[in-house]
């Protein structure tokens, strides 16, 4: 089957560093997505790999090693708006996105 | 910059009512997609549509069924609500094969309560 296993809640504290850890199996692979959804809001994107390696992106970063079905997003200089839901979303051989519950962070002063 | 929009926001309907939901995008995306989100759960799809006068079924299709009549609309109707069907809609638009150009864009959802 298909699942994605992320950490249901994470707190961290304004201004530190949070890393949100995802694992991943599909039927296929054609790229990962981070978005960040707001309680009450859609869905934004955030990031997209497709090859092994880190990509930034201002105060965000998102690694990914196929090989181990793996991935994570960094999040830096946090700020009381980053609040959030952080949902991995892996693409599988038939593109389809596989959504899970995603992992909400909770940022504190 | 409208992007994907989607109507009406908020809807209360009785069981056994019948609505439709549209949506529509301006960015000339091939794919169209209705999720459904319930309360701490991940977007579950409920049919999907990969070009103009095509339409396929996701995971959750049972009890709704879809249009996409031109390119830029895609309605999803809800025939014979149902309590079950209580939920935040979200359509969703976006354009294969160009790497971070799988970006998929939602609208900002539609809350239904059915009663």
């Known amino acids: 089957g298909q699942n994605i296993d992320q950490p249901t809640e994470m707190t961290a504290t304004e201004g530190a560093i949070v890393q949100i850890n995802c694992t991943y199996q599909t039927s296929g692979f054609n790229g990962l997505f981070w978005y960040q959804q707001h309680a009450g809001e859609a869905p934004t994107f955030l990031s997209y790999?497709?090859l092994d390696g880190l990509e930034e992106k201002g105060r965000f970063s998102s690694f990914l090693s196929r090989s181990k079905g793996y991935s994570y997003l960094l999040l830096k200089e946090l700020q009381m708006k980053d609040s959030a839901s952080y949902l991995c979303v892996p693409m599988d051989s038939n593109y389809q996105l596989i959504w899970g519950a995603g992992t909400k962070l909770i940022i504190k002063p | 910059n409208a992007g994907v929009t989607q109507t009406p926001k908020f809807r209360v309907l009785k069981t056994g009512q019948s609505m439709t939901l549209l949506c529509a995008q301006d960015?000339?995306?091939?794919?169209m997609y209705w999720y459904r989100q319930d309360p701490g759960m991940g977007l579950r799809l409920i049919h999907y549509s990969v070009g103009e006068g095509t339409t396929a079924k996701g995971e959750v299709p049972d009890g709704y069924n879809v249009s996409r009549l031109k390119k830029q609309n895609f309605l999803l109707g809800l025939e014979s609500a149902a309590p079950s069907q209580t939920s935040v809609y979200f359509c969703a638009s976006s354009y294969l094969g160009q790497g971070s150009g799988n970006t998929i864009y939602f609208g900002e959802g539609s809350w239904l309560t059915v009663v």
């Open positions: 960015m000339n995306h091939e794919y």
């Open positions: 790999n497709v």
